[in-house]
């Protein structure tokens, strides 16, 4: 049983939605209840979303594995975003059909972006796939699962999972999604073709699932959006949400990703300034630093309007930690505007970016534009930028050398033998000896050194 399997006010209501708990499934000469297996590709919101597969299937009579050896179904929830991240998954596929060759009952599937973006070509060009369902869809996959090979995509726009209890993993972390899709159509990304438009679920929904995570022993929730803050329920908006989860006993951290800077209202600035779990730190994507580029992009600012938006976010809270996405190469970008780019980080001092290459994506308006920068160019623009912001976050961190941080613990540290690691209210990892230290604690510690990743920190004991 999964830690996140908890009872909930919509779990009883589900065996009567589903109709299916304990259903033996159609998996061939399995006498037994089928073992599932799924592999997540891409964002924060694909991993929920595997949460909330794997909820709905367990509580369909699946159990979970960590071992597609062992598995009857196996699922791979992926991600569009990027042609590379589709080239990895078309790989991943090929080697898991060795399994099916060896035990012929079990379901191979896809779900997620890619399953929306592909649909039915995927079951063309991968033979041994038995299953596409794309994120709208899952709520039927159990019933799927029993008939014949099957491509659902069918984008639903009220489809919000409020009734579906998602089965959570170990952590100190809950990931909670409040809203999905996008009604935004930035012409490079695919998202709004295969999430649909924006649709958030009712406020007592989202709060019924921080009391449970509270009470599941998950210190910190984290709301989980493609345009998180544009979350809305009647007259309760974003900061709204965020006041009153403030309020939830047991929640000692509250973040939020991905806010888009058009949506970051006076009401959500306000409530991060006020609402002490709140953590200081935003991601708040910039893509570029050309006003030329993110028209092109039509991502709804300039960078006058975004650098207004910061100044105004760090006079609301001081010390705040940015973070950013950041794009090269997008068609039409020249040299200055990349040059623009390296300006505007300079400028903000972001603690930390995700730089990708532009990759074209079918459908967007992007999409069908000549490319103009070459790969060449794109992989030495992409090298300078990761080079400047690695100075920038190098530079940041050691300013904390000597400052004292909280830090939520959330398990041994990877390279020192009895230290913990966890995050501090930055999303920064900071790494200690373990002194008797549990996992879920906030600590406080002082940092002593730094690198561009992480704080190395001493006990004062
Ligand atoms: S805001 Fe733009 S980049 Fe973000 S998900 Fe929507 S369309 Fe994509």
């Known amino acids: 049983m999964f830690r996140g399997a908890r009872s909930t006010q919509c779990d009883r209501n589900y065996g009567d939605f589903f109709g299916l708990a304990g259903r033996v499934t159609n998996i061939g000469p399995v006498a037994r209840m089928p073992n599932v297996y799924i592999e997540t590709y891409g964002c924060q919101m694909n991993l929920a979303d595997t949460e909330l597969i794997r ?3 367990s509580r369909s009579g699946y159990t979970s594995v960590q071992d597609p050896e062992t598995a009857d179904v196996i699922l791979l929830n992926t991600c569009a975003i990027r042609e590379h991240a589709e080239e990895r998954i078309f790989g991943r596929l090929g080697a898991l059909a060795k399994h099916k060759n060896k035990r012929p009952h079990v379901q191979i599937g896809l779900a997620g972006c890619m399953a929306q973006h592909f649909r039915e070509d995927l079951l063309k060009k991968t033979p041994h796939l038995d299953f596409v369902t794309g994120p709208d869809a899952y709520r039927r996959l159990p019933d799927l699962l029993a008939g014949d090979p099957f491509v659902d995509v069918r984008l639903d726009k009220q489809e919000i999972y409020a009734d579906v209890a998602p089965d959570r993993g170990e952590g100190v972390r809950a990931w909670i999604t409040i809203m999905r899709g996008c009604d935004k159509f930035c012409t490079f990304c695919i998202v709004p073709f295969v999430r649909g438009r924006e649709r958030s679920l009712p406020v007592d929904v989202v709060l019924d699932q921080v009391r449970e995570a509270a009470a599941g022993g998950y210190p910190e929730v984290v709301f989980l959006g493609q345009t998180v803050n544009a979350y809305r329920d009647g007259d309760s908006d974003f900061g709204d949400l965020l006041r009153s989860t403030n309020a939830v006993e047991g929640i000692e951290r509250i973040r939020f990703t991905s806010p888009h800077p058009s949506d970051m209202t006076e009401s959500a600035i306000e409530a991060m300034a006020s609402c002490e779990k709140v953590c200081p730190q935003l991601h708040l994507p910039v893509q570029s630093g050309s006003d030329e580029v993110l028209q092109r992009m039509e991502r709804g600012y300039n960078t006058s309007e975004y650098l207004r938006l910061v100044d105004r976010l760090r006079a609301a809270v001081p010390g705040l930690a940015l973070s950013t996405d950041m794009i090269v190469g997008f068609p039409g ?18 603690d930390n970016a995700f ?28 090298q300078s930028m990761i080079g400047l912001q690695e100075e920038i976050s190098a530079e940041i961190n050691r300013e904390e050398i000597g400052s004292e941080v909280d830090v939520l613990i959330e398990g041994p540290a990877r390279r020192r033998d009895d230290w913990l690691a966890g995050k501090t209210g930055h999303f920064k990892t900071a790494v200690f000896p373990a002194q008797g230290s549990a996992v879920g604690a906030i600590a406080r510690v002082r940092v002593v050194d730094s690198t561009g990743h992480t704080l190395i920190c001493a006990t004062d004991q």
């Not at 970008?333 to 972001?350: A, G, K, N, P, W």
């Open 333 to 350: 970008e020249q040299e200055s505007d990349f040059e623009r780019t390296l300006d505007l980080m300079r400028q903000v001092r972001y």
């Open 355 to 382: 730089m990708f290459k532009y990759s074209s994506r079918s459908h967007t308006k992007a999409g069908d534009w000549d490319e103009t920068v070459s790969e060449d160019e794109k992989g030495s623009r992409l």
């Open 55 to 57: 909820g709905h299937l």
